[in-house]
């Protein structure tokens, strides 16, 4: 149990283009989602949180306009890179945590990640 | 910053046990400790959790020292597989976020 899909794994594209990612999860009900971001040989660092239905909130440092995220349901979240220049290539990867998830008891469940290229 | 502190790597060879330890002398009383690893160019997979008491499942053990400040994780027969980041993490209260620290490289050797 506690699946989280991805999709894409692997994305290269030419800078300016926008680049949407999926978030799934398909045996269980999300009401958080998590966007992280890797750079190589470092440690992941969240990029926003999203509750279904409501707007995400972003870590200090991240650009809202750049990265657009939507949570329009319990089982899918997507992050949408804007106009991706060749800074945003990175390791990106979402988490999901399951209802009841109050007082740091549910774990949160990670996507294989999506790997973004920009040319 | 990351609430945790853990060696930077380790070895262990393989079919042994291979225990990782982690400092967490900061943890307020409501926080757990998760336990995640990271394969190469994969996302983390969740290993285990817990608040006070030791815990074990399918994959690991977990062991919490009485006053929480440091912990153990346990793999008791580790296979090549098992080679991986293995990352200890305090789920701070305040908004329960993942705070992410560098982590303890093991290296399962045959």
């Known amino acids: 149990g506690a699946v989280v899909s991805q999709h894409p794994s692997w994305v290269i594209c030419k800078s300016g283009t926008s680049v949407k990612i999926e978030c799934r999860s398909l045996?269980?009900?999300?009401?958080?989602m998590f966007w992280y971001r890797q750079f190589p040989k470092q440690s992941l660092m969240l990029m926003a949180t999203?509750?279904?239905?409501?707007?995400?909130?972003?870590e200090q440092g991240v650009e809202k306009d750049k990265f657009l995220i939507n949570h329009a349901s319990l089982t899918l979240s997507t992050l949408t890179v804007t106009s991706a220049h060749p800074e945003d290539s990175s390791f990106y990867i979402c988490?999901?945590?399951?209802?009841?998830?109050?007082?740091?008891?549910?774990?949160?469940?990670f996507g294989d990640g999506t790997r973004l290229s920009i040319l | 910053d990351a609430k945790t502190t853990q060696p930077p790597s380790m070895d262990c060879a393989e079919g042994r046990a291979a225990n990782l330890p982690c400092n967490h002398s900061?943890?307020?009383?409501?926080?757990?400790v998760y336990w995640y690893r990271q394969i190469h160019s994969q996302g983390p997979q969740y290993i285990i959790h817990?608040?006070?008491?030791?815990e074990t499942n399918e994959m690991a053990s977990l062991i919490i020292t009485e006053d929480r400040k440091s912990s153990t994780l346990i793999l008791p027969h580790a296979t090549l597989r098992d080679t991986a980041v293995y990352y200890c993490?305090?789920?701070?209260?305040?908004?329960?976020?993942?705070?992410w620290g560098a982590g303890t490289k093991l290296i399962i050797k045959p």
């Open positions: 988490s999901a945590e399951g209802q009841g998830g109050g007082y740091g008891n549910q774990p949160q469940h």
């Open positions: 045996d269980f009900q999300a009401t958080t």
């Open positions: 999203s509750n279904e239905g409501s707007k995400a909130t972003y």
């Open positions: 900061t943890i307020s009383g409501n926080e757990y």
């Open positions: 817990g608040l006070k008491n030791n």
């Open positions: 993490i305090v789920r701070v209260r305040s908004n329960y976020q993942l705070i």
